[in-house]
């Protein structure tokens, strides 16, 4: 599986957290893989993902959520007037991907971290999503 099909799921499972109580996320994780996910722009199914990918991305997330207070905080600080409550659901949860990449993740490098995510939010989020951000992890990394 490709890191970036890898960071969809991420993003998929992270956007769920916008929904549920965060207590209700582990049951949302298993639900995600065992009910499928059969959608045109994945072309994939829970049955799909091996074993070995589904182990990488539920660890994985795993260690976003540990993060994710101060993952929030960093996002808030960067995004200067918005604060976490005012941003977008799906910014919001790319955002939160790329801060764990960029901070917690030595295998990713920050410049991959920052295209992978503006690429998300151009596929997912609205037009002005790209360069929103660009623009918060821009800042980030600096």
Known sequence: MTRSLVREHLFRLLFRIEFNPIEDMPEQVRLYFDDGFAEDDLKSTG???SEQDRAYITDKYDKIISHLQEIDEKIDKAAK???ISRLGKVELSILRLAVY???YDDDIPVGVAIDEAVELSKRFGGDSS???????LASLAK
């Open 47 to 49: 049955s799909d993902v």
């Open 81 to 83: 007037g918005w604060s």
């Open 101 to 103: 990449e960029m901070l």
């Open 130 to 136: 790209g360069p929103f951000v660009n623009g918060i």
